[in-house]
């Protein structure tokens, strides 16, 4: 079936360091992506998504551009904050509309 | 102003009771969801409801069941608890659609089973 795969973790980081969380998808269709993020104690919110090939999704200095060539979703930003610590989950909605999400990824950023 | 509320947020109670968590949404979504997430963040969804009626029905044992009295409230009865259903139990709603397909999710309902 649809599904995603992503980066274990858990990740890392300094202050200002750059991070990518890389997640790759398997789907028959053409499913949009997503990427949720759960601050600590929290529920799961949107961060940004994207519908389409080549759509680049961006929100609070993080992006993921749709390639549909390398069926990747990957997450980036370049200059973390200590308050970007948090679960990070890729995933994707194929045609059945089930939204399908990856393990998720943990992201520590040290100040 | 929250948008998707859960009571109640922690829920401590012996192996063999029966226990409910309550979900409404105040978003005039029509699609209402319960996800289980495990010790590893492992996000798992269990049920679906469309405008009061059940469309996603998961490989969840018998002893959970899902009801919702109308499109804003979604609510999860659990018969028998064991220890293995100790998880975070997360309520969400979204439109349906593929265009606006965000979900909203509540804080969540942390159950321990002892």
């Known amino acids: 079936g649809d599904s995603v795969t992503q980066m274990e973790g858990p990740v890392t980081l300094s202050e200002e360091a750059f991070l990518t969380i890389n997640c790759t998808y398997t789907a028959t269709g053409y499913p949009s992506l997503f990427w949720y993020v759960q601050y600590p104690g929290e529920g799961l919110q949107l961060l940004l998504k994207?519908?389409?090939?080549?759509d680049k999704g961006s929100n609070k200095g993080f992006e993921a551009t749709y390639r549909k060539e390398t069926t990747s979703f990957h997450l980036e930003k370049g200059s973390v904050q200590v308050s970007d610590s948090a679960v990070y989950f890729c995933?994707?909605?194929?045609?059945?509309?089930?939204?399908?999400f990856g393990a998720g990824t943990t992201v520590t950023v040290r100040a | 102003d929250t948008a998707v509320s859960q009571t109640p947020k922690y829920l401590v109670t012996q192996m063999g009771n029966d226990k409910s968590i309550k979900c409404e949404q105040n978003?005039?979504?029509?699609?209402m969801y319960w996800y289980k997430q495990d010790s590893k963040k492992f996000l798992k969804i269990m049920f679906s409801?469309?405008?009061?009626?059940?469309?996603i029905n998961e490989t969840v044992p018998n002893r959970f069941s899902p009801k919702s009295p109308d499109k804003a409230h979604l609510n999860l009865h659990i018969n028998s608890l064991e220890l293995g259903d100790s998880a975070v139990y997360f309520c969400a709603s979204s439109y349906t659609g593929l265009a606006t397909y965000e979900q909203y999710f509540g804080p969540g309902t942390r159950l321990t089973v002892t």
């Open positions: 978003l005039g979504h029509d699609t």
């Open positions: 409801y469309n405008n009061k009626e059940l469309i």
């Open positions: 995933a994707l909605v194929p045609n059945d509309y089930k939204l399908s």
């Open positions: 994207a519908t389409k090939a080549d």
